[in-house]
């Protein structure tokens, strides 16, 4: 999985064969960790002048909120994200 190797072809490579809740484990884990270090890392080298903080719904149930700074080259750059369960509000 880190190498973007899909579960199918995990076999190819690896020479075992992988089930599909293995696969699923392990790209929960990868994203788990790959969290931590967006969540760890230093904030304090940019010179930020605009903080954006916005709902994406990615299916009818599911949100992440999604917190987006702005610097002064307009580079932008992820804060945070927290995903929440619940239906959609109507449109």
Do not use: F, H
């Not at 002048?49 to 307009?74: F, H, N, Q, R, S």
Request: positive net charge.
């Amino acid at each position: 999985m880190p190498r973007g190797v899909t579960g199918r072809a995990t076999e190819r490579v690896t020479g075992k064969t992988v089930g599909r809740s293995t696969v699923s484990r392990m790209r929960v884990e990868k994203n788990r960790e790959q969290l931590e270090l967006l969540r760890g890392r230093q904030l304090n080298d940019a010179d930020c002048i605009c903080m954006l903080v916005d709902g994406v719904w990615l299916t009818k149930e599911i949100c992440v909120v999604v917190a987006v700074t702005i610097d002064t080259e307009g580079n932008k750059r992820v804060l945070d994200l927290e995903g929440e369960s619940r239906k959609a509000p109507p449109r």
